[in-house]
């Protein structure tokens, strides 16, 4: 039997969980990315391509949102070695909230308000 199981198995799930979030946040990037490049597609295709033209900022927020969920993958991958070690040690640790997690949920909140932002322009246009 492995030795703090339960801890260990919930430090797994936990770890599963970032990944899982941080491969929704990847695709999400990348469908924003591909579907600038459908629209400029389409746009070149029916001969409209002024009205069909595709946008920078939607071109760099998609390659932004992928970057952001391979950061979390990293970020989940260091908190789920230093939480492993932290159970198997005997010491008691203070938990904290890491700086990485609030400078990841910032970004996230500030494209976040930016594509709030592009899509009510967009709306409004």
């Given amino acids: 039997m492995i030795n703090k199981y339960r801890d260990h198995a919930a430090?797994?799930?936990t770890y599963l969980a970032w990944i899982?979030?941080?491969i929704a946040i990847m695709a999400f990037g990348f469908l924003i990315e591909k579907f600038n490049l459908f629209v400029d597609y389409l746009g070149k295709t029916l001969g409209n391509a002024e009205h069909f033209k595709?946008?920078?900022s939607a071109e760099f927020v998609g390659m932004l949102i992928f970057i952001i969920g391979v950061l979390m993958i990293i970020s989940a991958t260091v908190?789920?070695?230093?939480?492993?070690k932290?159970?198997?040690s005997e010491e008691?640790?203070?938990?904290?909230?890491?700086k990485t997690n609030?400078?990841?949920s910032t970004m996230m909140v500030l494209i976040a308000i930016f594509l709030l932002v592009y899509m009510s322009h967009q709306f409004l246009a």
Avoid: C, G, P
């Fill in 11 to 13: 430090n797994e799930r």
């Fill in 20 to 22: 899982r979030t941080s």
């Fill in 54 to 56: 595709s946008s920078q």
């Fill in 79 to 84: 908190r789920f070695f230093r939480y492993k």
């Fill in 86 to 88: 932290f159970i198997e």
């Fill in 92 to 98: 008691s640790y203070l938990y904290a909230v890491k």
């Fill in 102 to 104: 609030i400078m990841l």
